[in-house]
């Protein structure tokens, strides 16, 4: 409102007190006086009354250094000393009042006048305060679940112009809706203070009454919360901000398009779940199925849950485990028991945050075969969708207890085989890879047994192919380093490969391996460019019977050796399928 520069010359100077007065042309006086030194507030505030000489007592706190100057200030609210306000072309003029005896040099103890005479500021002439209201453009376009809480409906920049600080005494929430249909509880917020009253239940128009002030080019932005109401119509609504103060205009500006939308959850089979296989008997935690499910607009947490299991695998299911995220992070458990092949989950805590995922995994115990219980029990775990369910909205509170409406089907895992033990195949590299006349080892590959116990092999099947006129004849499957073939039937090659059954079957420890060379004998006119190739075939379908039953129709047939006794004629071999890691690659002879 005033300035002046003050200047100490050959010594440390105090000023004790200055006097000031106020001459505007309405005869008002000036609200809240504050004296700054170098932008410091020295004194007390008070009111300047009209053209009357004020006293402002400084004590030791303007000391003005020798050789220096600095500038003093008088700052104030622009209202009158009773309150009132000042209009557009009013002026306001602060005089600097001479006076005696006022000031002091530290050095000399010379005491003397400060200032000697009156020194009048430049006169003042009231303007109107321009603000300007926009959108904050950080602060998108939103959705909002139905019973969303305290959820920030429009955020705007305000901006005064640098013709001065605005004082903004009231802001307006305007919409063109029935406000009171749509959401309650508004409320305003300077950063993350809340300003102004709650409007429980808003109007079309609603005015908060505030007491902000926005520096000369100055900015701040105020934010608009609200609850969704859980019955309001879904749609689009919009708010738009104005404010209003002493002295100043201000535009309405339209704020963010608030889109209210029925939140939902999906689920579907997650890429994590486990591919057909087979699953060892005696194995804890084995994974059955994950499913993935997806929230919009809310978050959710999922409560209830039914799940299923086949027939086939019925017998063999323990404990059920199920593990999933919740709130704040971490991995929730729980543990059930199936009841003529179905469990059902409640008390669940699976956290669903809004536009994001969460997966479900499924694992089951499965318990040690009893003893002759012959292996191969078949089937999935599934979740029953049209079973016990129950999600709910963590803001809405809204509640579904029909799975159907978040899978239209069964979210089914893949079927699992169970066995005693399994084999796991693997190729060795050839002897040498050139091909010539004569034999030569044309596959060579290890069998380990699992170390839940020993697996038996009674046929092996391969592909063959040659190319120009190489041929291949007298197959015989060896034990690597064992100079006698293994006896075996049906050793003759066809057009579509080579199928060996073995005389006696071929006995693999648990926990250990075997490696077997198939040997062959090159035969024909070969040049450069010729090759043989041959690869390890499986089966397409699981089987389990005696080896008569598969013998006719199965590629590669085993045994886990789970029936008591174990024989050729036992029920207890397989078919080739879910062996690891069947069909092999090619392994090629070339010229």
């Known amino acids: 409102m005033a300035r002046w520069k003050l200047h100490a010359t050959n010594e440390n100077i105090k000023i004790n007190e200055l006097k000031f007065k106020v001459n505007t042309s309405v005869l008002g006086g000036l609200k809240n006086v504050k004296v700054f030194y170098n932008g410091t507030q020295i004194g007390l505030s008070q009111d300047l009354i009209e053209d009357t000489d004020t006293l402002f007592s ?3 706190s303007l000391i003005i250094p020798s050789n220096t100057s600095g500038v003093l200030e008088i700052r104030a609210d622009v209202y009158k000393s009773d309150g009132g306000v000042f209009n557009v072309d009013d002026t306001i003029l602060i005089t600097l009042v001479g006076n005696t005896n006022n000031a002091i040099g530290l050095t000399t103890n010379t005491i003397f006048n400060a200032p000697l005479f009156d020194s009048a500021a430049n006169e003042l002439t009231v303007s109107q305060g321009g603000l300007t209201i926009t959108k904050y453009v950080a602060y998108g376009n939103q959705n909002f679940a139905l019973g969303s809480q305290s959820v920030k409906v429009g955020s705007a920049v305000l901006t005064a112009s640098n013709e001065g600080a605005v004082n903004i005494t009231n802001l307006t ?32 128009v609603n005015n908060f009454t505030v007491n902000l002030v926005i520096p000369s080019s100055g900015s701040k932005v105020i934010d608009i919360y609200a609850d969704i109401k859980s019955d309001a119509q879904p749609g689009n609504i919009y708010f738009s901000l104005s404010a209003q103060g002493p002295n100043m205009v201000s535009n309405d500006a339209l704020l963010q398009m608030i889109t209210i939308v029925i939140p939902s959850l999906t689920a579907a089979a997650d890429a994590s779940k486990p591919d057909a296989d087979i699953v060892l008997a005696g194995t804890s935690k084995v994974l059955m199925n994950a499913i993935k499910f997806t929230a919009q607009y809310e978050d959710f947490e999922v409560q209830e849950l039914t799940f299923t299991a086949d027939s086939g695998i019925q017998p063999h299911v323990g404990a059920v485990t199920l593990e999933y995220p919740v709130q704040g992070g971490g991995t929730g458990t729980a543990v059930g028991y199936m009841a003529s092949g179905t469990v059902t989950f409640t008390g669940l805590t699976m956290f669903v945050a809004r536009d994001n995922t969460a997966v479900l995994k499924v694992y089951i115990d499965v318990p040690a075969l009893s003893s002759g219980t012959i292996s191969g029990g078949t089937g999935s775990i599934n979740w029953d969708v049209s079973a016990t369910y129950k999600h709910v909205g963590k803001g809405s509170g809204l509640t579904e207890t029909t799975g159907t409406n978040v899978s239209a089907s069964n979210i089914n895992g893949n079927d699992m085989v169970v066995r005693k033990t399994r084999p796991t195949v693997t190729l060795v590299g050839l002897p040498t890879t050139v091909l010539g006349a004569g034999t030569q080892v044309i596959s060579k590959f290890t069998v380990a047994a699992d170390a839940k116990g020993s697996v038996e092999l009674s046929t092996l099947t391969w592909t063959t192919a040659t190319s120009g006129s190489v041929t291949l004849s007298s197959p015989a499957l060896y034990v690597s380093g064992n100079p006698t073939a293994l006896s075996a039937s049906s050793t003759a090659f066809t057009a579509s490969g080579l199928k060996i059954s073995l005389t006696t079957p071929e006995q693999i420890a648990a926990a250990s391996s075997k490696t077997y060379e198939l040997k062959a004998t090159i035969g024909g006119t070969i040049v450069t460019g010729d090759n043989v190739q041959t690869g390890l075939v499986t089966d397409s379908a699981t089987q389990t019977g005696t080896i008569n039953a598969l013998i006719g129709s199965r590629l590669f047939i085993w045994s886990d050796m789970s029936a008591v006794p174990h024989s050729t004629g036992s029920a207890d071999w397989a078919s ?16």
């Open 58 to 60: 400084f004590g030791s």
């Open 173 to 204: 929430v305007s919409s063109s809706v029935l406000t009171s249909s749509y959401i309650a509880n508004m409320y305003l917020k300077d950063g993350g203070t809340q300003i102004g009253s709650v409007k429980q239940i808003p109007e079309a």
């Open 576 to 591: 080739g399928l879910y062996v690891k890691t069947l069909p092999s690659d090619l392994q090629t002879l070339q010229k």
